[in-house]
């Protein structure tokens, strides 16, 4: 059997790697020279536990976040061979309630107790099944002492400590290139903006490289393209089944100077705010290259907000269902 995987995100090289596990042929293909090349390594790393959404009360956008969270540091355990402690981790995020928030700190404060039991539950005591975190205390209020010493009082409102961390994109990015370039099931073909899927006995991709138009034939393939996926869909046929929202995010990576003081990772909600996530050190040790100033940081910052905009080749959007964001 041959799978072509269209796009080589985050997703699409996942899904590739776990083909190739199952002996499956794979063909990967990207429009960029290099794999992980756009949102994958501009992204904050937050592997996100699901308590950002306090805007769905059905609570089915955390469940999806927490299960995909649950499951990252395993999947890479198993396909990178990356066991949870050779990854660095940022700071803990600190929940921070907005004063324009569209939800009172009262309820953001129930929102997140609610998330962390589902955590609790679901992580059933397995250290190893978010980078080492113990999950059982519930996320505590930062006092009014704690807040203000970090936070302007007239903005922040309340602020709530969590075990959520973020990973560094690119050292987990650079990971995964060796990774699958060393795996004889993964054919890479880099340069190929994919125009088209067809049926015919298979199903038949187009695609546009430097020497040409190319044609290939597959059994089965994944569309993992983001950015590029409703167009694809839309030419056989498939249309979203409900309404969606794209939300454009912005983010900012930069370095602090030796010494200076370590920010607190904090996420905003509820609403088009953004969110600051803070790496130590070691951090800049796996990011490859940049180690070595002590105390030195990175920290990323992005911010989102969303808008009924359209535009194919935006890398910086997230597509979000209504009600119910995909990823992120
Ligand atoms: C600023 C910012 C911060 C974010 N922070 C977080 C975070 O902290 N935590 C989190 O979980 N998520 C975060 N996200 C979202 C996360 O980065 C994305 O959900 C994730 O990268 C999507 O991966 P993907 O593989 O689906 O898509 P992409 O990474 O976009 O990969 C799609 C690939 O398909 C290729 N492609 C597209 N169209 C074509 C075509 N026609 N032909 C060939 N190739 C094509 C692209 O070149 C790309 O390599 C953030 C996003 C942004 C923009």
Redesign the pocket.
């Known amino acids: 059997m041959r799978v072509g995987v269209?796009?080589?995100?985050?997703?699409?090289?996942c899904v590739a790697l776990s083909l190739a596990q199952h002996d499956i042929d794979v063909t990967l293909?990207?429009?960029?020279n290099k794999?992980?090349?756009?949102?994958?390594v501009?992204?904050?790393?937050?592997?996100?536990l699901g308590y950002m959404y306090a805007n769905d009360p059905s609570h089915s956008t955390a469940r999806m976040m927490m299960r995909g969270a649950l499951a990252f540091a395993p999947f890479f355990a198993r396909h990178l061979g990356l066991p949870y402690e050779s990854m660095t981790v940022s700071r803990p995020a600190a929940y921070v309630v907005h004063r324009d928030s569209q939800r009172t700190p009262e309820e953001v404060s129930h929102y997140i107790a609610a998330v962390h039991a589902m955590i609790r539950d679901a992580s059933e005591g397995r250290r190893d099944a978010y980078f080492g975190r113990d999950l059982s205390d519930q996320p505590r209020a930062w006092t009014t002492a704690q807040r203000e010493a970090e936070f302007d009082p007239e903005v922040a409102l309340a602020t709530f400590a969590t075990p959520e961390v973020?990973i560094d994109?690119v050292a987990l990015a650079q990971s995964l290139r060796d990774r699958i370039g060393a795996d004889r099931r993964i054919d890479v073909r880099l340069n190929?903006?994919?125009?088209s899927v067809e049926d015919s006995d298979g199903l038949d991709v187009s695609?546009d490289t430097p020497s040409g138009a190319v044609r290939e034939r597959f059994d089965h393939v994944v569309n993992?393209?983001?950015?590029?996926?409703f167009?694809?869909n839309e030419k056989r046929g498939l249309r979203p089944n409900r309404p969606w929202l794209h939300r454009l995010?912005?983010?900012v990576s930069f370095r602090l100077p030796a010494g200076a003081d370590l920010p607190p990772s904090a996420t905003f909600v509820s609403g088009p705010f953004g969110?600051v996530?803070s790496y130590g050190a070691a951090a800049l040790a796996s990011g490859g290259g940049n180690a070595g100033s002590h105390g030195a940081i990175r920290a990323v910052a992005?911010f989102?907000r969303s808008a009924g905009v359209e535009g194919r080749h935006c890398?910086?959007?997230?597509h979000r269902r209504m009600g119910q964001d995909?990823?992120?």
């Open positions: 269209l796009g080589g995100g985050l997703q699409g090289c293909f990207d429009r960029n794999l992980l090349s756009r949102t994958a501009a992204n904050e790393g937050k592997i996100h973020a994109p190929h903006e994919v125009l695609m993992a393209l983001w950015d590029g996926r167009a694809i995010k912005y983010g969110e996530v992005s989102s890398q910086r959007r997230r995909r990823h992120l």
